[in-house]
């Protein structure tokens, strides 16, 4: 099943059912869609919304059919499918990195080296918050 960006709330919910949680992050709405439900059998997934359509897909570890990577790959297997990011962001404490692929509207969050999510947003360009240090 694709859920492709800018499709309406209700599409989503027609599409997934109704979310296990809704909050907001940032001024944006979110549905949280938790391992149990069913959409994800690898993890959990989350959409964003903005002015009611699809903002940003965020699956925690999700199908190698879909993008060619899966959760626990090596950052050697990322580059090797994707290329080398546009930019990368570093976490305080140095164990986490995402590297964004705005071209392919993709950022890929990784810890100690290995994938831990995926976030598909136009023009993906993720930050770690320097703030909180």
């Known amino acids: 099943m694709i859920l492709p960006l800018g499709d309406p709330v209700s599409d989503v919910v027609f599409l997934l059912g109704e979310p296990d949680n809704t909050d907001t992050v940032g001024e944006f709405p979110r549905y949280a869609y938790y391992q149990h439900s069913g959409y994800s059998n690898s993890g959990d ?34 580059i090797k499918i994707f290329g080398e990011p546009k930019s990368i962001s570093r ?37 770690f918050d320097s703030s909180a240090e």
Not at 49 to 69: A, M, Q, W, Y
Not at 95 to 122: C, D, H, W
Request: aromatic share 12%; net charge neutral.
């Open 45 to 78: 997934f989350y959409v964003s919304f903005d002015e009611e359509i699809v903002s940003r897909l965020h699956p925690d570890c999700f199908f190698p059919k879909n993008t060619g990577i899966s959760c626990g790959q090596e950052v050697n297997d990322v």
């Open 91 to 127: 976490s305080a404490d140095r164990t986490g990195r995402i590297y964004n692929y705005p071209q392919k509207n993709a950022s890929i969050f990784m810890e100690r080296g290995r994938v831990k999510a995926l976030s598909i947003a136009n023009g993906s360009n993720i930050q």
